[in-house]
């Protein structure tokens, strides 16, 4: 039961997160297609925070699907987490209006760091309060080799973002492609690797 | 359950999608009717928006009332079909500030395109998961003429945006209608000239 | 099941217009207390449309919990429903952005009229499918004076709003106040007076 | 079943009122990092906001969840707590935007007072319908010091905007403060000295 408005909670905050994002893509001025140009920055950052959204839901979901029990002391590592998601459309226009320039593509990327972290607090709580490292659910989260490595990305993309911000939007793209792409042969490669 | 929860999560974006296209119905500047006079473009786009989000959530809800299992492999193919929806709000702001001018009926029949292709998309995974052709699922879509057709409607609507700019307004309001009213009498005469 | 999503749907709607009506209430320009003065009739309204949203959602919730079972007619009344009460917010900062003036209460009083109407519909269409005039539904929204009385002062208030715009308000007030007081009394009398 | 529906409808509200005030914070005009230090008072008014929503859902949680029935009579004073919940956001985005000048710091408690008081009349109705003051919510709920302490400090931090508005801000921080860190230690020197 608390189990079930945890996540309609969330659902709703996420939901308006997403929905809210596309308020950033405003009516164009003008009635031809040359009006949508100045939009195609914006659009694309759109495109690449709704698949962001998209992940924690998904990520969210099957956390809690394969929690079997939560209490009181989840919920405010869950609105931690929702707190720098419901930054995510502000940062995302800001990085859109902008074409990308250094300071906003850092802030994305100290965006979606904080946002990994503030999942990766609420993942060790649900854990702790399941039954700890030999649980069901810490099995279900595996080695996480995702989540360990994308923190390491987004600090690589903060730090490109001054010099090299192509290679800082390229790492936020790669990031969100390695969580979009089903992982079965890496997975299988990493653990083959670390098993030798 | 995670059947509720997909529902959710789509009832949530779906209900703000819906709400959020009347913030394009600005507070009319002036305290007389005339003052009225200049909404009425997007007020129409309103309401032929509206019309087609309902129908989404309406088919939206019979697909997935009608589907007895869902996994993780729906969950994409969800998310892209609320992602083009979610355009509808901006394209239909566009559209009726415009007057219905050409690339704005184009660009507007583009995403009802774009999202009946993601309809499709989500209803094959559907189908594909809940035992393919002979499945329930599948005899309850039916031989889903209005799904094919609407498509090339779509197109038609598109392509005479320019030109006959009248008729692709016809043709959005045509489809419209079309899964609006009742077609218990048209499937039956479909139904019939296939057979004979 | 069906039942618990038209529910869950309908409460996402109604809950974000209820919020996005407070959008209407702009930040003040200046930090003193004079700033608020200009808000205060937006204020008013947005008080008088949130208790009518409070209303329907309210009256929404009684008329779909005594309803046993429902089915794909229902929809569309209720997203007609849900149609007039998305035109509260826009009409209401009309309202209150022209301190009440004549076209605007009409306005108003319209946009109240036809959800009144459309509430019927959907109370007729959920009677019918319950079982008809005899049926527990029909029993728990008894007589009905409210529902009937309130189309009538409705069209008062728009009458009204021409000449003696202070009784359109008075009217406006007055029938949400007839919906929030307890009315055991009223009813007995009024069914007494018929009786006799 | 009902209060299931007053839960969604209670989360949904909360959640837009939470995800709304993100958008008080406006995309930056510039697209360095000094464009972004204008939005820090805005920012600060949004963490607090954010921390006293997110207390409010998750008392409102623990209250709900507490009691075994609700009826009709609930749902207003529900709706009246919303109602000054939503009023949150825009006298956040006042006080930050003004830079926490005194008439938007006494506003700010003012709806925090409100907020408060409409808690407390929610909790009474619901343990006057759940068997009164021996009941187990009665007993969930407890002796309430902080219930009762927080109206006196918004009352503090209202009087001292005028003149010292610095410790009217450190007093809305430190309620917040209040509720969110875990005070088995603080309950326990209470409930000892009173016992004493």
Redesign the interface.
Known sequence: ??KG?L???S??????????M???????H????A??KPLLPVFLSY?LS?VYV?IY??NH??LL?SARQIN?SV??PN?HL??WL??V??ST??MG??HF????LA?YGGILLASAVAYSILQNRLIALNGGPDSPLAHAVGRDWKGKLSPVLYLVGIVSSFGLPWLAGAVYVGVALMW?VPDRRIERTLQASSES
Request: aromatic residues 12%; charged residues 10%.
């Open positions: 039961m608390q408005r996540e309609a909670f659902d709703g905050v996420l939901a308006i997160i997403l929905t809210i596309v308020l950033e893509l405003k009516v164009p003008g009635a031809d297609f009006a949508l495109v709704f998209g839901w998904n979901h099957h699907s009181g919920l405010w609105l929702l707190f419901s930054l459309p502000v226009g800001w209006e902008n320039a250094s300071a906003t802030v979009l």
